[in-house]
């Protein structure tokens, strides 16, 4: 299953990721969170378009 890894110490919570997500896996909460992992499908949108490097990785487990 694939997850974005977001460290939240780098999140200056845009919400550019959130937005950008396809698939409404990530809701901006304090900082950028996933809410349903079930349905991200590793695109990798989300890391690229992250502006303080907070996603790190496009984890698979
Ligand atoms: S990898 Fe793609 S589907 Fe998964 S959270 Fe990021 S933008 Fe959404
Ligand atoms: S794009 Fe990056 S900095 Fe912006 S809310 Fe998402 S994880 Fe945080």
């Not at 977001?6 to 959130?18: L, Q, R, S, T, Y």
């Not at 990530?26 to 079930?38: K, P, R």
């Amino acid at each position: 299953m694939a997850h974005p890894v977001i460290e939240a110490d780098e999140c200056i919570a845009c919400g550019v990721c959130v937005d950008d997500c396809p698939q409404g896996v990530l809701e901006l909460q304090d900082v950028a969170t996933v809410v349903d992992e079930d349905s991200c499908i590793g695109c990798g949108v989300c890391l690229d378009g992250c502006p303080s490097g907070a996603i790190t990785e496009i984890a698979e487990d």
